[in-house]
Each structure stands twice: as structure tokens, then as C-alpha cells.
């Protein structure tokens, strides 16, 4: 099965150059809602209350926001939300869709911005929820569309789109990725960030023509691999900070690499990442200029 599930292509018209560069993925995803946060909150009431569906979680009814897009509300906070996928119908989790967890984002300096990372926690804290040690399946072509959706909505908003690396969970068996505002801890979720990511989470589409790498190296917002992501057809699955690679092990970097799935090797931030011996001989070092530029057609609306 593919990152994204059970999926339909499209393409778009026109030349047929630009129709392979333009070929995507509708995805089967479903958006988790944790009601104590205050970002979940804010955009699930844009969202409204869409209909249900046969399906239910403790109680709580599956609901459909659109086609192939779900969305379950749960009580308590996302990131210790553990093994949820495995509460999630039989039939539902065969189809293995993607997991979404719209959330708000915290930093100790305040940062103002919208984020989006995969799951995992590659140290060996309790405290950020999910298993120590222990990474999560990603959907690198989903996640990267995500980015590049909130990237165009950022523009208006005077705030980055940014990766974040790997660094919290919960635990899932499911591939799973967080999409995240960040604001001054005193004040109320933007309304006009929260309508940005509203729109984007219900109409995620995945490029099938990105080539897929493992991150490795740089700061904990990957600059380096938000900016190849974003200007050039490079898709992410896990990122693992040069923090992470300093407390991580091989077998780390061996799980980053077996679960983002289409993977074609590791991209190094910097030089001096790629002299981790974490990462050495895991997969091939690919260059930056490995992928093509992204047209500005291709650009989400």
C-alpha cells in the first residue's frame, strides 16, 4: 500500500509535460481533533459538524468532512494519545489512511508560525508522548503537500511555513503528521491562521512526481529542508535534527529510513551532518540539485 492509502490520481490539462508535473494524489486521511487543544478547537468549528458515518471510536462517531476525509474528535491531548490507529475500525485501518493532528505549537520564545512534522520521539524522554526510541510510518508526499499548501497561506499571514523535525508522538502503527500554529502563549489562536490551516487540512493532495528523502542534520525548524521542499520537487518523510542525530543511534536512522516510505536516500543539511556515523552507509547520500525546480502552475491555491 502506498503512503496515502487507498487514492485516486488526477491530472490536470494542458500540455502533457505539464500534466506529469501536475499529477496528484487525492489521499484517504483522517483529522484528529484533541479537545483540549485550543487550535484543534478552533479549526474543527470551522469545520462544522459534518455527517456521520457508520464508524465509531469509544463512542464517537467517525465523521465525513469530504471525499476520503474523516474526522474523530478524541477527549484527551494528541501527543499521549498512544496506539490510537489500533481503536480505529478494522475495515478503516485496513485502508491505512494517513493521520492528521491539527495543533497548536509551543516554543519557549513565542514563534510565531505555522509547522508541520512527522511522528516519533528518537530520545529517550516519556515526557513528549510516544514510545522512546521508537519512530512512526510517514506520508512524505502528503506531509510535503501540506507544507507547501500553508507556505502559500503564510504569505498573507506575515508568518513562515516551516518543517519541524521528528521530536514528539503519540505511538502509531498508522503514517501520521502534526500541522501546527504557533503564537505568543498569552493570546488566542489567529483567526486568519486558523482559516488558513482549516483550508488546507481538508484538501491535502499528494505529488506523485516528488522524489522521497530522509532529512538529516541542521536546526530543529529545517530551514534547509523547508526551502528544497518547497522550491523544488523534494519530499520529506522523517528529519532528524542534528540534536537527534548527537542522541540517536544507527538503528534510528535505519527506522527513519524504513518508514518514509518511496525513499531514495538521506539529504544532508550541511557537510559536517553528513559525517554523523549514525547515518553511515544506512542509504545513499543524495545532492540537493538532485530534483527539478517546481513550477509556479504547481503552486496549491
Not at 464508524?55 to 498512544?82: F, K, N
Amino acid at each position: 500500500m502506498s503512503e496515502v492509502g487507498h487514492a485516486n490520481v488526477r491530472s490536470f490539462g494542458g500540455c502533457k509535460s505539464c500534466r506529469t508535473l501536475r499529477t496528484v494524489v487525492d489521499p484517504e486521511y483522517i483529522l484528529i481533533v484533541s479537545d483540549p487543544d485550543p487550535v484543534a478547537t478552533a479549526v474543527a468549528q470551522r469545520w462544522g459538524t459534518p455527517a456521520a458515518t457508520e464508524w465509531h471510536v469509544e463512542g464517537s462517531p467517525i465523521r465525513a468532512v469530504g471525499s476520503g476525509v474523516y474526522l474523530l474528535r478524541r477527549p484527551g491531548w494528541h501527543i499521549h494519545d498512544e496506539h490510537l490507529d489500533r481503536l480505529l475500525p478494522a475495515e478503516l485501518s485496513a485502508r491505512r489512511p494517513v493521520l492528521v493532528f491539527p495543533s497548536i505549537h509551543r516554543s519557549e520564545r513565542g514563534v510565531a508560525a505555522l509547522t508541520v512534522h512527522p511522528l516519533g520521539n528518537p530520545g529517550v524522554s516519556h515526557d513528549v508522548g510516544g514510545e522512546p526510541h521508537r519512530l512512526n510510518p510517514t506520508a512524505p508526499r502528503l506531509m510535503t503537500g501540506a507544507l507547501r499548501s500553508l507556505s502559500e497561506g503564510a504569505k498573507s499571514l506575515g508568518v513562515p511555513a516551516t518543517f519541524e523535525a521528528t521530536h514528539h508522538g503519540p505511538s502509531l502503527d498508522l503514517p501520521a503528521f502534526f500541522a501546527e500554529i504557533g503564537f505568543p502563549e498569552h493570546e488566542e489562536p489567529p483567526a486568519d491562521a486558523v482559516r488558513v490551516l482549516a483550508r488546507a487540512l481538508t484538501d491535502l493532495t499528494a505529488t506523485v512526481g516528488d522524489r522521497v528523502a530522509v532529512g538529516a542534520g541542521g536546526g530543529h525548524y529545517a530551514p534547509h529542508f523547508t526551502d528544497l521542499a518547497v522550491k523544488r520537487r523534494w519530499a520529506f518523510g522523517h528529519i532528524l535534527s542534528r540534536h537527534a542525530l548527537a542522541v540517536a543511534d544507527r538503528e534510528i536512522a535505519e527506522s527513519a529510513y524504513a518508514l518514509t516510505p518511496g525513499a531514495e536516500g538521506i539529504l544532508f543539511a550541511r557537510a559536517e551532518d553528513a559525517e554523523s556515523s549514525v547515518c553511515a552507509g544506512v542509504a545513499r547520500r543524495l545532492k540537493d540539485s538532485g530534483a527539478e525546480s517546481r513550477p509556479s502552475l504547481e503552486a496549491p491555491p
